[in-house]
């Protein structure tokens, strides 16, 4: 019987989760399965596939306990599948992305029910993502309590940049309470880190700056393959423009929705992480494939859904701009996640108006998705490279708890 880690990964969209089986002689994980719940509030939709691409499952998840973004849920159902799709093998841990670490935890660490007190304490830190995160912990803890849960910090990975980075200009005391920039996407910028030193030994050592552009969008500048700088900052709600969620604003907008409208806690956030960002801009979609689609066939919300796709691009070469600032100069730029991988417009777009930096795209290598969509002679190398966050939480877990892969 074979050893296996579960890792999940919650985020404002979906409830990923990969089945990793170990290898009976040198413990190394590879892909049992790979599955999905996209957390629509309207039709959630619940689908996995195998290692080899064989589709396991393709449904409306029609449970009523059917998970959401705004409502944790129970696991069972979805745990009763996962336990049957085992090849015969158990599960020996489960790994978590947590998003909000705080400023005090950095590496993965075993869930003890005092820390995942601690971690619940953060929810005001991530009020959108941190309830979701923990939400299949709590519930595992309660249905399996024997098994080992590892918590995978979102945050972590930033703990390199440097204080003045960590630093946001508002009076002093507010650092006291934890208020200040952290950055987030950390698991899929260790991956791209990790990656590096085996795709372009160079670059690993370089200026690289990576473009996680998913329904939470952010970048991230490494040197040496550390984080020096990220444009999320205290939360999730910093940075480039998002699906649903506004990135940087003037903190004077929110003054005058509470000023001029009595806007409430509830209603801001609302605002600013449901109904802004790509959905708030265009008035009809926050997916990127729906606001080609709109483009494309010229519907009547065409004119505004070119000028959401306009803005999320401005907004990353602005942000591309100033980390180049920071970084004294670019080597590398690297798109990963859900857009940044698909998308080859909006890369296309973002190339083209970086120009002026020397970068040269490969417009044919561009449309393939390949990894490398640079031309030869760019002064920037660009690469587009899938993330794989359930796999550096895998490998989080492993080293975490190291002894757990011991057959009896
Ligand atoms: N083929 C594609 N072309 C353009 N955009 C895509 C494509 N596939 C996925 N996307 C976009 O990726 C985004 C979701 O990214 P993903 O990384 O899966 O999100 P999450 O933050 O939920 O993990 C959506 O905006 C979606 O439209
Ligand atoms: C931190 C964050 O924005 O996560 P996600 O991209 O999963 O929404
Ligand atoms: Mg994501």
Known sequence: MSDVILAFNCGSSSLKFTLFQLDTTDGAPSVLAHGAVETTPDAP????????????????????????????????PLFEWIESHLAGGKIIAVGHRVVHGGPHFISPVLITPDILAELEKLTPFAPLHQPVTLAPIKVIAAERPSLPQIACFDTGFHHTMPAIAHLLPIPRHYEDVGVRRYGFHGLSYAYIASRLPELDPKLAQGRVIVAHLGSGASLCALKNGKSVETTMGFSALDGLMMGTRCGAIDPGVLLYMMQEEGAGWHTIVDTLYHHSGLLGVSGVAADMRSLREHVAEQTSQAANAREALDLFAYRVV????????????LDGLI???????HDAALRSEV????????????????????????TSDSAIIVRVEPTNEELMICLNVLQTAPNLTQQP
């Open 335 to 341: 798109f990963t996640a859900g857009i940044g991988e």
């Open 351 to 374: 190339c083209s108006a970086l120009r002026w930096l020397g970068i040269r795209l490969d417009t044919n290598a561009n449309q393939q998705h390949a990894p490398v969509i640079s």
């Open 45 to 76: 939709r619940f689908h996995a596939t195998a290692s080899n691409g064989t589709v396991l499952a393709d449904q409306t998840w029609a449970h009523p306990d059917a998970p959401t973004a705004s409502a944790p849920f129970s696991l069972g």
């Open 318 to 329: 602005r942000e591309i701009g100033a980390l180049t600032a920071l970084l004294g100069g």
